[in-house]
């Protein structure tokens, strides 16, 4: 027996179907600053992530470039900078690798991101919402940096900070990059693991807080966090090394080549 939707032309239905799904532009943006203000919420209420990630950077800056070597970096203008840059791009390194890897391996191995999908979001708003969130989290520790910074000897002026803390910012997303690209081969427990791999060599190998020998500078070469700090420094007028093409090659190659590594492995196996 033929019902009103038999009698409906095939063509129209799907045209119909493709309608409910078209969301006006005004509710999709609406979608996307909702899912990145909810996403920065609960990470905010995580004390095991906002805690570490907001205080250390400023809190060891304090330690070091204040209480336990503040006079000798009082003396040296070139230290003060070293140091202040240093625990900014610490800073920068840890809600992007910690934010995504960890959240995006425990939602890949609850089934929350094949919820998501079947849910009617727009398309990658979870991905858009954790790299939002990262960049808040980073917003807050730059501007803990700045206020800090007089207290380390770091002499910056009102417009070095504002350029710092922009490319402390978006610098953050290759390492967005590297933390999406964990989660999505580990599991849940293992994924911290896995990214203190990556993070704790990276900050001593990439020669950011403790300078290398001259024999092995090349390693740190091939560190986003070494590419990052010079282009900090080349942001304040300051004396890096390389080119900023180069710099702005490589952290763009990370960001793109591993987030598209991830997109495939979700897409497969999620």
């Given at each position: 027996?033929?019902?009103v939707?038999?009698s409906?032309?095939?063509?129209?239905?799907?045209?119909e179907?493709?309608a409910?799904?078209?969301?006006p532009?005004?509710?999709?943006w609406?979608?996307y600053?909702?899912?990145a203000?909810?996403?920065s919420l609960?990470?905010l209420?995580?004390?095991?992530?906002?805690?570490?990630f907001?205080l250390?950077?400023?809190g060891?800056?304090?330690l070091?470039?204040?209480?336990l070597?503040?006079?000798?970096i009082a003396?040296?203008?070139?230290?003060?900078?070293?140091?202040?840059?240093?625990?900014s791009?610490?800073?920068?390194?840890?809600p992007g690798?910690f934010g995504?890897?960890?959240t995006?391996?425990?939602?890949r191995?609850?089934g929350?991101l094949q919820?998501k999908?079947?849910?009617?979001?727009p398309p990658?708003?979870?991905?858009?919402?954790?790299?939002?969130m990262s960049?808040?989290f980073?917003?807050?520790?730059?501007?803990?940096?700045?206020?800090a910074?007089?207290?380390?000897?770091?002499?910056l002026s009102?417009?070095?900070m504002?350029?710092?803390?922009?490319v402390g910012?978006?610098?953050?997303m290759?390492?967005?990059?590297?933390?999406f690209f964990v989660?999505s081969?580990?599991?849940?427990?293992s994924?911290?693991?896995?990214?203190n791999?990556l993070y704790l060599p990276?900050?001593?190998?990439?020669?950011i807080?403790?300078?290398?020998?001259?024999?092995a500078e090349?390693?740190?070469?091939?560190?986003p966090a070494?590419h990052?700090?010079q282009?900090?420094?080349a942001?304040i007028g300051?004396?890096?090394?390389?080119?900023?093409?180069?710099?702005?090659?490589?952290?763009?190659?990370?960001?793109?080549?591993?987030?598209?590594?991830?997109i495939?492995?979700?897409?497969r196996?999620s």
């Amino acid at each position: 027996m033929n019902t009103v939707a038999d009698s409906i032309p095939a063509e129209s239905r799907a045209v119909e179907k493709t309608a409910a799904r078209t969301m006006p532009g005004r509710r999709v943006w609406r979608a996307y600053a909702i899912e990145a203000k909810y996403e920065s919420l609960r990470m905010l209420r995580a004390p095991a992530f906002a805690g570490p990630f907001l205080l250390l950077p400023a809190g060891l800056y304090l330690l070091f470039g204040f209480l336990l070597f503040g006079d000798a970096i009082a003396k040296d203008p070139n230290a003060a900078l070293f140091m202040f840059m240093g625990f900014s791009i610490m800073g920068v390194m840890g809600p992007g690798m910690f934010g995504f890897g960890v959240t995006v391996a425990t939602e890949r191995e609850q089934g929350l991101l094949q919820l998501k999908r079947a849910l009617p979001t727009p398309p990658g708003a979870t991905l858009l919402a954790k790299m939002v969130m990262s960049m808040f989290f980073v917003a807050i520790i730059m501007a803990s940096m700045a206020a800090a910074a007089p207290l380390g000897h770091a002499r910056l002026s009102a417009a070095q900070m504002f350029s710092v803390g922009l490319v402390g910012i978006f610098g953050s997303m290759p390492f967005c990059a590297l933390g999406f690209f964990v989660g999505s081969l580990a599991s849940a427990k293992s994924a911290p693991a896995f990214i203190n791999l990556l993070y704790l060599p990276m900050i001593y190998l990439s020669g950011i807080l403790i300078p290398l020998p001259k024999s092995a500078e090349w390693i740190s070469h091939l560190s986003p966090a070494w590419h990052l700090k010079q282009a900090a420094l080349a942001a304040i007028g300051a004396t890096g090394e390389g080119s900023m093409a180069v710099h702005f090659a490589v952290l763009a190659g990370v960001t793109v080549v591993f987030t598209a590594f991830a997109i495939r492995r979700l897409a497969r196996h999620s």
